[in-house]
T-cell receptor, first 114, second 114 residues
Framework: AQSVTQLDSQVPVFEEAPVELRCNYS??????LFWYVQYPNQGLQLLLK??????LVKGINGFEAEFNKSQTSFHLRKPSVHISDTAEYFC????????????FGTGTRLTIIP | EAEVAQSPRYKITEKSQAVAFWCDPI?????LYWYRQILGQGPELLVQ????????DSQLPKDRFSAERLKGVDSTLKIQPAELGDSAMYLC????????????FGEGSRLTVL
């Protein structure tokens, strides 16, 4: 079984400041990690994913995340946020092929302060 | 760009009434999911289809919820009778097949039960 913990339910950040959204996972098998973004009253859009290879993953809209196996973390970062980044961010884990059910965290609401 | 289509976007109903949601996945996508997202929480899997077959419905409340994908293309999720606690966003997602891990989500159907 796998699970995801997003410790911060809300993160306020000033515009153009850096941000880090935290995600820790638990899995007994190979782990594949994702970050999705959800704008108000919309579905989820994939930001980035870690399947294998380089532990630093770059995604859309200037976001990146680093897979850290020893700390079981997959934190999302952006060096300079914009008003348009205001949204809910979800970390998710999959057990991989044959066990590909995607399990989501509870989400982090990112609010950008002008 | 191909999208997952869902309807209706919004539905308000009274408790004990029946309600149905429709999903049309991206063309050629064999795997289809229904997720429920309660306000302030992450999405939770209700049911997974591979073509027309149910792969996982362990979290589907079968006394009132049903889902079908008769021809392995579009899908319907039904709730009868609706209860107050069913108020949530119902998200449909699809992917090409089990060899893929990334899910593509629709805009969702927001249900309010009065």
């Amino acid at each position: 079984a796998q699970s995801v913990t997003q410790l911060d339910s809300q993160v306020p950040v000033f515009e153009e400041a850096p941000v880090e959204l935290r995600c820790n996972y638990s899995s007994s098998v190979s782990v594949y990690l994702f970050w999705y973004v959800q704008y108000p009253n919309q579905g989820l859009q994939l930001l980035l994913k870690y399947l294998s290879g380089s532990t630093l993953v770059k995604g859309i809209n200037g976001f990146e995340a680093e897979f850290n196996k020893s700390q079981t973390s997959f934190h999302l970062r952006k060096p300079s946020v914009h008003i348009s980044d205001t949204a809910e961010y979800f970390c998710a884990v999959s057990g991989g092929f044959g066990n590909e059910k995607l399990t989501f965290g509870t989400g982090t609401r990112l609010t950008i302060i002008p | 760009e191909a999208e997952v289509a869902q309807s209706p976007r919004y539905k308000i109903t009274e408790k004990s009434q029946a309600v149905a949601f429709w999903c049309d996945p991206i063309s050629g996508h064999a795997t289809l999911y229904w997720y429920r997202q309660i306000l302030g929480q992450g999405p939770e899997l209700l049911v997974q289809f591979q073509d027309e077959s149910v792969v996982d419905d362990s979290q589907l409340p079968k006394d009132r919820f049903s889902a079908e994908r008769l021809k392995g293309v579009d899908s319907t999720l039904k709730i009868q009778p609706a209860e107050l606690g069913d108020s949530a966003m119902y998200l449909c997602a699809s992917k090409p097949g089990t060899e893929y891990l990334e899910l593509f989500f629709g805009e969702g159907s927001r249900l309010t039960v009065l």
